[in-house]
């Protein structure tokens, strides 16, 4: 079956960097693009991080991480990836990564619907 494991998440100071592992299994990884999102406090929306499509012809980031953070998907390790850098004390969140139902990139605010898969998070804590 779908599987999905972050890795990565911890404390971090203001201005720090983090690197965010998603390590696939159960399917053809390279098939399906691969999103992050975050989820700043239990109850409270999940938001779009940045995603990619299968093969890396499109990426797409949330206007708050552009500049910051970097997707990037290693096929041959099945991994998807999230370098965080500059971070800043509004980062804070658990962070998830999920599969989507195609090759393609699904902009949508209904990620818990249009993105059937999902790890379990990892958080991270931006503080000094």
């Known amino acids: 079956q779908v599987q999905l494991v972050e890795s990565g998440g911890g404390l971090a100071q203001p201005g720090g960097s983090l690197r965010l592992s998603c390590a696939a299994s159960?399917?053809?990884?390279?098939?399906?693009?691969m999103i992050w999102a975050h989820q700043k406090a239990p109850g409270k929306a999940l938001e779009w991080v940045a995603g990619m499509s299968s093969g890396g012809s499109e990426i797409l980031y949330a206007d708050s991480v552009k500049g910051r953070f970097t997707v990037s998907r290693d096929d041959a390790k099945n991994t998807l990836y999230l370098q965080m850098n500059s971070l800043k004390p509004e980062d804070t969140a658990e962070y998830f990564c999920?599969?989507?139902?195609?090759?393609?990139?699904?902009?949508?605010?209904?990620?818990?619907?249009?993105?059937?898969?999902w790890g379990q998070g990892t958080q991270v804590t931006v503080s000094s």
């Open positions: 999920a599969r989507a139902p195609s090759a393609k990139l699904i902009q949508t605010t209904r990620l818990w619907v249009d993105y059937p898969y």
């Open positions: 159960g399917f053809a990884f390279s098939s399906y693009a």
